[in-house]
């Protein structure tokens, strides 16, 4: 699709001859588009912006969707010619592919989520998930082939407590027991059984001595001892990934650490570690790297990559296992907490400097949720477990929507899980989110149940018009005497295809999230402001197909967030 910004830009650099950037312009409330172009060109020429802006606004001259522009203060304003420009966008909108994106030679492979298989997914986890899985689905229709890889640590100490706890007769947790002994889900019985041994752990020491016992001889071959951690983490996995079903989130590939180390590539990353200037050990800490030349600051001066007992570390893992990532795509992407900065700066420094790692590595990392102030821990069972989250997302959407008489309660499960993923979608993953069911679950503000009305809306005002979808895409708009609400809905239809390219190459997800808001938010007013059945002629042939472009325009917005879209609400 030919965009105005496109076309403003070819305009912009015949005059002055200069490279003009997409970032060089922008939609303003002065006019339909804005430039600030005029300033970084002043600095050049040795005269005011105001003086260049004049000169250059006197020199354009006005050609396919641009109608005039003027000068202010220094900016090019720009105002198009609807009748051409909004003839054009209704033509592509109402297009089941809109904005999807050209092939992408660069193949990206997306690790995130990888929680640890020690109990069910807890919401304090969440954002990891609904970040990554979104980035999967706006990279793709962006034009990327994408791979989604999920990393299990199914070789850990966790793993090990868990699987020898497991065995013992370690007193439950009473409450935690009453809580949630009924689950039928196989990760719950390994959230007890974890609580419970890990606090037999602190306090035993032949037990402690125990599991490293069978981490060490997992790693040295002995098949019957990594059976046994592998079996443990495949039982809760087995839970989690229902609860990834029900949430709609996809990953191509479960890749296991415990591969690592069968197939002897850890060894082998640590002996070239080894071979390194930088290697070292400490007494009673373990051996590994010294990055503090590379501005790496660690308290003891060690990253540790192997325990004094010569078993490996998860570092030591991870590395290996993004070693062998690189042979799948030619950008990794891990989605990470905020509190995984360090161990990030550690895994880049080593692969970058040390290991002569030559891929594109990039890190999205997030803030987290806090949900109605509850501080949580898996390891003390102070956890809010997604599909309890879920299950209450039903019942209040349910609620809701009864009492407003306005949806089906088939549709209680799309508000419900939409309301979860838009709101923690919505703010820039470096912004801490604090959840209220108020804001999630709202039909007036910025949340899903009300991108999902303007969705379901539109559909209603299709059907009601007797009009095949088809009929409305073959009908040609005329664009003449437009009213206001309709440019402005016309204009943020037209930004659709640069949102979801921006979202994808920024790898800001939030950046869609925001943009399908303001396009409801303006269909809102066009409704109130134009009507559309009782329209005539050319008036409703062309309203109609603006209902039906901002309808697909949605459910492919919503959709890229792994929302549904109902029709009916």
């Not at 079996?231 to 990834?244: A, E, H, M, V």
């Not at 925001?514 to 809102?524: D, I, Q």
């Amino acid at each position: 699709m030919l965009s105005a910004k496109a076309e403003i830009m070819k305009l912009l650099e015949k005059e002055n001859g200069e490279k003009i950037s997409i970032d060089d312009l922008e939609y303003s409330p002065h006019a339909d588009l804005a430039s600030n172009v005029c300033f970084k060109l002043a600095e050049k020429a040795g005269k005011p912006p105001a003086e260049v802006a004049e000169s250059l606004a006197s020199e354009i001259k006005p050609s396919g969707f641009v109608a005039r522009v003027e000068s202010k203060n220094g900016f090019l304003n720009f105002f198009l010619d609807y009748e051409k420009f909004g003839g054009h966008v209704l033509v592509e909108a109402v297009k089941k592919d809109y904005g999807r994106g050209s092939s992408k030679k660069e193949k990206i492979i997306l690790e995130h989520t990888s929680v640890n298989p020690s109990g069910p997914v807890h919401v304090g986890r969440l954002r990891n998930s609904i970040i990554g899985d979104s980035l999967r689905r706006i990279l793709s229709y962006a034009g990327f082939p994408v791979e989604t890889h999920y990393w299990v640590n199914d070789v850990g100490k966790q793993i090990a407590i868990i699987a020898l706890g497991g065995k013992e007769d370690i007193p439950r947790d009473i409450k935690l027991q009453e809580t949630y002994g009924h689950m039928d889900k196989e990760d719950y019985p390994v959230l007890l059984e974890y609580v419970a041994s890990s606090a037999y752990f602190e306090e035993n020491l032949d037990f402690r001595e125990r599991v490293q016992d069978l981490i060490r001889k997992a790693e040295s071959g002995d098949k019957d001892s990594m059976a046994l951690l592998k079996k443990t983490s495949s039982r809760c996995l087995k839970g989690q990934k229902k609860t990834f079903d029900r949430m709609g989130f996809v990953f191509d590939f479960f890749e296991y650490e415990s591969e690592e180390i069968e197939s002897g590539r850890v060894f082998k990353v640590l002996d070239k570690l080894k071979k390194s200037k930088y290697w070292t050990s400490k007494e009673d800490v373990g051996a590994g790297l010294d990055l503090s030349s590379f501005g790496v600051e660690k308290r003891s001066g060690l990253t540790v990559c192997e325990r004094s007992d010569g078993t490996t570390v998860y570092l030591s893992r991870d590395l290996s296992y993004h070693l062998w990532k690189t042979g799948r795509g030619d950008i990794l992407v891990n989605v990470l907490g905020e509190d995984h900065k360090l161990e990030f700066q550690e895994l880049s420094t080593i692969l970058s400097k040390i290991l002569d790692f030559k891929k594109s590595l990039e890190v999205v990392h997030f803030s987290f949720v806090n949900f109605e102030g509850r501080q949580l821990s898996t390891r003390r069972g102070e956890t809010l477990p997604v599909d309890q989250l879920l299950d209450e997302a039903e019942e209040k959407a349910l609620a809701e929507i009864t009492k407003r008489g306005i949806g089906a309660p088939e549709t209680a499960t799309e508000i419900g899980v939409g309301a979860v993923k838009y709101h923690i979608i919505k703010t820039a993953p470096n912004k801490p989110i604090t959840f209220r069911w108020g804001e999630a679950l709202s039909f007036e503000g910025d949340a899903a149940p009300y991108i999902q009305y303007a969705h379901a809306r539109s559909a209603r005002i299709i059907e009601k018009s007797e009009v095949s979808e088809k009929e409305i895409i073959s009908n040609k708009a005329d664009c003449s005497g437009l009213h206001g609400e309709e440019r402005n809905v016309l204009l943020d239809l037209s930004r659709f295809p640069e949102v979801v390219l921006k979202s994808a190459e920024e790898r800001k997800p939030h950046l869609l999230a925001n943009y399908v808001y303001e396009l409801a938010s303006s269909y809102s007013r066009f409704y109130k402001e134009c009507p559309v059945l009782t329209s005539d002629g050319k008036l409703s042939v062309r309203r109609l197909k603006l209902v039906l472009a901002v309808k697909n325009t949605i459910c492919t917005s919503l959709g890229l967030l792994g929302i549904s879209s109902p029709t009916r609400m």
